[in-house]
């Protein structure tokens, strides 16, 4: 499938990714971080940018920034459209692939908060820290550790770099927020220092 190339209006002001669940989990604690993140993107003025579902946190998150008045960037590709059930009240841009999905998120980013979600949400944040490991940016990468969701995920690279295969400079890719309020803070923080070690 072609698509035309997708036109984005321009935003000025500060853009915060949101990757998170297409599920809403089975802690109602997670729907209700998700919305409070993106009423305090729309309250900070800052553009959300996520994967433009309705479903989920991603749609819990999409419909409090919009609703609160916020700038909001759904980007979805063409055949999950119906799946995630694309949340059109907002600014939407529909492409071919997930890679093309996952490029434009981080194009079109400043910062990005990583909260509870599954696979997916993995595979993002993932390939998001991997291109910071080799220094190709710079963007603070905020992981909300609701209940400690994410400590699986930060043990597992701890052993790699344990085990020499990680180095330990790439445990400063990323920081921990236990709250909304923190992690809003930290997606706030200008760009960090380069971290490539080829080790
Ligand atoms: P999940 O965390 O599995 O609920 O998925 C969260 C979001 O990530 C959903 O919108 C998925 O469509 C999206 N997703 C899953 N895999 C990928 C991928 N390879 N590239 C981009 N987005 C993805």
Redesign the pocket.
């Known amino acids: 499938m072609t698509l035309p190339p997708a036109t984005i209006a321009p935003f000025e002001g500060r853009s915060v990714c949101l ?5 809403e989990g089975n802690d109602p604690a997670f729907v209700r971080a998700a919305a409070a993140v993106g009423q305090a993107t729309a309250e900070q003025g800052w553009r959300l940018v996520y ?3 309705g479903v ?3 749609g819990a998150a999409a419909r409090a920034a919009h609703g609160a008045g916020g700038r909001v960037l759904g980007i ?2 063409a055949f ?1 459209r119906s799946r ?1 059930r694309l949340f059109d009240d907002v600014e939407t841009v529909v492409v071919t692939s ?2 093309e ?2 490029q434009l ?1 981080y194009d079109q980013s400043d910062a990005f908060i990583v909260a509870p ?8 944040v993932v ?1 998001l820290l991997s291109w910071k490991r080799l220094d190709l940016h710079h963007k603070p990468v905020v992981f909300l550790n609701l209940d400690g969701f994410w400590n699986g995920f930060f043990d597992l690279i701890r052993h790699s770099v344990s085990q020499g295969m990680t180095p330990s400079a790439f445990l400063d890719a990323w920081t921990v927020a236990e709250t909304v309020e923190d992690a809003i803070q930290q997606a706030g923080v200008a760009a960090e220092a380069a971290i490539y070690d080829p080790r």
């Open positions: 990757f998170c669940g297409a599920s994967g433009g579902g989920g946190l991603m979805m590709p999950l995630e997930m890679h999905r996952k998120m979600g599954g696979v997916g949400t993995l595979e993002e390939e």
